[in-house]
């Protein structure tokens, strides 16, 4: 079999190549059709996201002896069609764009889909964007009323098994390495529960709504948010479809006064949340235990403000040191993902030797029929023609021994000029145990 990888990717090209190779809806549609008509392939599978776009071809197996040429002539016609879908140069893809086959491209799909070959080492989101590959490509070939080939599809829900085990025995995902993150894990450390807190989120740009996702997804409920544009919150709210209180950042002290945990991230170039706003605050809450996170740059909350009681202050420098103790322990679980991988990515490669294997048995014995058939035919032609059965029948024996052996000794031939020892010693080990 023959699976080619062909992609563009984070580490390979900047954003501006990256957006003009993605594949939009309407682009991967015309893809799947220009593939199937120009019989690039059998199967293919398009993974197109931000930080990526991968294509994973499969082609039925090319003899051995065909393999070099066929195989360079093959990517060249794929690289040929890639760079026309997107209106390209091929000279300006030649610095970006990488190929990856057979078993290297087994284990690429599964480092990809268990977040080793993203942007943030371990990061999840990258497993569904693969699943869902795979289900547009699934539609595809169902309305062609036919489905994916057996061995991407085998292919793809080993990668999907891989990625399940490298989640549940290894410590990839457990530990946060973005800020966002990273701020409401240490809130998490901090208040076990966060079902009866509430929270006041100053700013509604993209690392806010990252922690208002992460702080919904466990159990938040009371959330303020509070940003110089009102419609910018309410988008956010909308965007999430959680319930939130809003605030203009003139009515800080009034979110202040009610809020247990405090996440700041706005582009202010002063300082929002000063001293004396969280003292008065304090007052208010009667210095119940008061959590607050600035991951601002500048600062949006006073740096003195650690020095009131009850009061927890943490800044983005703070995170910067967790997210660095947690890159270290992903990167070690990265490592241990890697042995699961390699297991996988050997386990299907053996699946398909053993496919491969019987398809060529039984082609070969179906072979082998045909010839006892028509050989028989023809002997019995000649009997009925009045020929010496004795003839008839050496003249069967030697055509039928001699065309059965035709194979196998060009086989055989094959292998000894390639040097497989392995291989002549197992036919060697075949004919012994039948004598």
């Known amino acids: 079999m023959t699976i080619l990888v062909l992609g563009i990717n984070h580490k390979t090209a900047s954003v501006g190549l990256r957006e003009k190779v993605a594949f939009i809806e309407s682009k991967r549609q015309i893809a799947f059709e220009q593939i199937h008509e120009q019989s690039l392939a059998q199967s293919v599978v398009i993974l197109s996201t931000c930080n990526r776009t991968e294509l994973y071809f499969h082609q039925p197996t090319v003899p051995p002896q065909e393999q070099s040429t066929e195989n360079r002539a093959w990517r060249e016609q794929c690289v040929t069609w890639f760079a026309r879908i997107h209106q390209l140069d091929n000279d300006e893809l030649q610095q970006s764009i990488y190929f990856k086959q057979n078993m290297d491209a087994a284990r690429h799909l599964m480092s990809v889909a268990c977040g080793l070959d993203s942007l943030v080492l371990g990061e999840p989101q990258i497993l569904g964007q693969v699943k869902q590959a795979y289900q547009e490509s699934e539609q595809f070939y169902l309305s062609l009323g036919t489905t994916i080939s057996t061995n991407l599809a085998r292919l793809f829900q080993k990668t999907f098994a891989a990625a399940k085990r490298v989640r549940s025995e290894t410590d990839i995902g457990s530990s946060a390495v973005s800020v966002a993150y990273a701020a409401c894990g240490l809130a998490r450390q901090i208040f076990d529960n966060f079902t009866n807190l509430r929270f006041l989120l100053v700013g509604a740009g993209e690392t806010i709504e990252l922690v208002a996702r992460y702080l919904t997804q466990h159990g938040a409920k009371n959330l303020i948010v509070a940003n110089r544009t009102h419609i910018r919150a309410e988008m956010l709210a909308e965007k999430l479809n959680t319930p939130m209180q809003i605030l203009s950042l003139s009515a800080l002290q009034l979110g202040l006064n009610q809020a247990d945990i405090v996440i700041s991230s706005t582009g202010s170039s002063n300082v929002l949340i000063d001293k004396s706003m969280v003292e008065q605050a304090q007052k208010q809450r ?50 241990q993902a890697k042995l699961i991988i390699e297991e996988e990515a050997k386990s299907f490669f053996l699946w398909l030797k053993q496919q491969q294997s019987t398809s060529l048995i039984k082609h070969f014995r179906q072979n082998a029929e045909e010839i006892r058939l028509d050989l028989l035919e023809k002997a019995f032609l000649a009997l009925s023609q009045g020929q010496e059965s004795e003839k008839v029948l050496q003249e069967l024996s030697y055509k039928l021994s001699n065309q059965l052996l035709h194979a196998p000794t060009q086989a055989l031939q094959s292998m000894a000029k390639m040097g497989n020892v392995e291989g002549l010693q197992s036919f060697s080990h075949a004919l012994k145990l039948e004598q």
């Open 286 to 335: 009667r210095f119940y235990p008061m959590l607050l996170i600035d991951i601002a740059v500048p600062r949006d909350i006073d740096e003195r403000v650690g020095e009131l009681d009850g009061v927890y202050a943490y800044s983005v420098d703070d995170l910067q040191n967790i997210i660095q103790q947690n890159l270290a322990q992903r990167q070690q679980a990265a490592e």
